[in-house]
């Protein structure tokens, strides 16, 4: 990615990109990452076999495992993988939830000063 490059009308070029949209990527991917894994170890906190939700879980697993032809030595490596692949799915929307949290209020926060911009730029209304 380019840094940024003022065009001949002394405005940054769009197209060009800016250095600034990389950290702000890479703070939105952070934050991402971080709260993903934070809500994956919460999540995985409510996981145990003595929970009669997870029992449930692995007996549905296994009978559909059975059902699609897999043998019993593996049943319990794919109901992991299969639970496994639920938190990260969960974990996951949970962080974009908080990132368009985030991301929502500190556009309210900035709606108010759009009243501090000054009115130059703003054309006389003629009639």
Same mark, same amino acid.
């Given at each position: ?36 894994? $934070? ?7 409510? %996981?145990? &076999?003595?929970? #009669?939700?997870?029992? @449930? /879980?692995? !007996? ?16 319990? $490596? ?7 692949? %639920?938190? &990260?799915?969960? #974990?996951?929307?949970? @962080? /974009?939830? !908080? ?29």
């Amino acid at each position: 990615m380019a840094g940024c490059r003022v065009g001949p009308d002394g405005h940054l070029s769009i197209r060009d990109g800016c250095e600034r949209r990389k950290y702000r990527d890479a703070a939105l991917a952070t934050l991402l990452e971080r709260r993903s894994q $934070i809500h994956r170890a919460i999540l995985r906190g409510n %996981i145990s &076999n003595l929970n #009669s939700a997870t029992r @449930a /879980y692995t !007996d549905n697993a296994s009978s559909r495992l059975m059902s699609l032809g897999y043998s019993s030595p593996t049943f319990r $490596i794919r109901e992991l993988a299969m639970a496994n692949g %639920i938190l &990260n799915r969960q #974990s996951t929307m949970m @962080a /974009y939830d !908080d990132a368009f949290t985030l991301l929502f209020w500190l556009f309210a926060l900035t709606i108010p000063l759009t009243i501090l911009l000054p009115r130059r730029g703003i054309p006389e209304e003629s009639e």
